[in-house]
């Protein structure tokens, strides 16, 4: 049986798809089959990014970034963490990831979409990064075990997840103790009814399917987050904006209650080595 999330999966799954083809393809600009008006053009992509950083990437990974914001400028990593990034498209923030945390460091991509995950290895070997994986599954069920990511970061991709529940319960089992999340994502204003969103853009086009700012803090601090805060960057469509997402893991966290009954923290992920890896290479330039 054909469920509404798997239905929400599908249309995202190919939307992404044909993004990356596009920029296999060599379209000049991914952008041109992703967003749904040329106005759009400008919120979302590489032209968000510092030209340091633009500069070091190589040029599909730049035409690949499909964010709304820049989740490195406000994730401050540091030599030798671990980071995921939740939806890694192309490859963009695992690339600059992996060379801020450098070769002590490792940098996680996950995407559910086999020709952005297809980009992304292309990207990382191009960019000669070694201190990189990249895994194959839903946001909303992370293949690693609990408590062993210091950051989560992610660049317009929460709003395009079926359940939203499941993906913050998940970024708050991941990450470590004391570990953080600083994500860009789309947000929509609290007064806008979720037919409203739906005026604005579609779901698959990451409008649609975006949390208020009240639903999203409230949602962050049902799964034990604290230091909750959202900060809006930039409006993308009339009343619905870019923002950076911020919320830490406390060192006192106790997993949340689902369906009655209390996580363990080490529930149902598989040991770090038996994620289901696509690739990986070993280290880092
Ligand atoms: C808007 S693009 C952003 C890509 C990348 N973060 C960037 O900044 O360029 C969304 C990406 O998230 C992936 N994605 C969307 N929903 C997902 C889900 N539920 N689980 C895993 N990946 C998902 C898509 O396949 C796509 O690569």
């Known amino acids: 049986m054909t469920t509404d999330q798997d239905r929400i999966h599908e249309d995202v799954r190919a939307r992404y798809a044909g993004a990356a083809l596009a920029v296999a393809a060599g379209t000049p600009d991914a952008s041109a089959a992703f967003?749904?008006?040329?106005?759009?053009?400008?919120?979302?992509?590489?032209?968000?990014?510092?030209?340091?950083?633009?500069?070091?990437?190589?040029?599909?990974?730049?035409?690949?970034?499909?964010?709304?914001?820049?989740?490195?400028?406000?994730?401050?990593?540091?030599?030798?963490?671990r980071v995921l990034d939740l939806?890694?498209?192309?490859?963009?923030?695992?690339?600059?990831?992996?060379?801020?945390?450098?070769?002590?460091?490792?940098?996680?991509?996950?995407?559910?979409?086999?020709?952005?995950?297809?980009?992304?290895?292309?990207?990382?070997?191009?960019?000669?990064a070694s201190n990189v994986e990249f895994l194959k599954g839903r946001i909303e069920e992370i293949p690693l075990p609990a408590s062993t990511?210091?950051?989560?970061?992610?660049?317009?991709?929460?709003?395009?997840?079926?359940?939203?529940?499941?993906?913050?319960?998940?970024?708050?089992?991941?990450?470590r103790p004391g570990g953080r999340m600083g994500v860009s994502d789309v947000v929509a204003r609290d007064d806008l009814s979720p037919a409203e969103r739906a005026e604005r853009g579609s779901y698959a086009g990451c409008i649609a399917g975006a949390l208020?700012?009240?639903?999203?803090?409230?949602?962050?601090?049902?799964?034990?987050?604290?230091?909750v805060s959202l900060e809006a960057t930039h409006e993308v469509a009339d009343g619905m904006y870019a923002a950076i997402v911020r919320a830490t893991k406390p060192l006192d966290w106790v997993a949340p209650?689902?369906?009655?009954?209390?996580?363990?923290?080490?529930?149902?992920?598989?040991?770090?080595?038996?994620?289901?890896?696509?690739?990986?290479?070993?280290?880092?330039?």
Do not use: Q
Request: aromatic share 4%; glycine share 14%; hydrophobic share 45%.
């Open 35 to 81: 967003v749904d008006e040329e106005a759009e053009r400008g919120l979302f992509g590489g032209g968000l990014y510092e030209a340091a950083d633009r500069e070091a990437l190589p040029e599909a990974a730049l035409l690949a970034s499909l964010g709304c914001g820049n989740p490195l400028a406000v994730a401050e990593l540091r030599e030798g963490e």
């Open 87 to 128: 939806g890694s498209g192309g490859g963009i923030d695992v690339l600059l990831s992996a060379r801020r945390v450098g070769p002590t460091g490792r940098a996680y991509g996950l995407d559910m979409t086999d020709e952005m995950l297809a980009l992304a290895l292309k990207n990382a070997e191009e960019a000669g």
């Open 149 to 175: 990511i210091d950051v989560v970061i992610s660049n317009c991709v929460i709003n395009l997840a079926a359940d939203k529940p499941a993906v913050l319960r998940e970024i708050a089992r991941v990450l």
């Open 212 to 227: 208020s700012f009240a639903e999203y803090e409230a949602g962050l601090r049902a799964v034990g987050m604290t230091g």
């Open 257 to 285: 209650a689902v369906g009655g009954t209390t996580r363990a923290p080490e529930a149902d992920a598989p040991p770090m080595g038996r994620a289901l890896p696509v690739a990986s290479t070993s280290c880092c330039g």
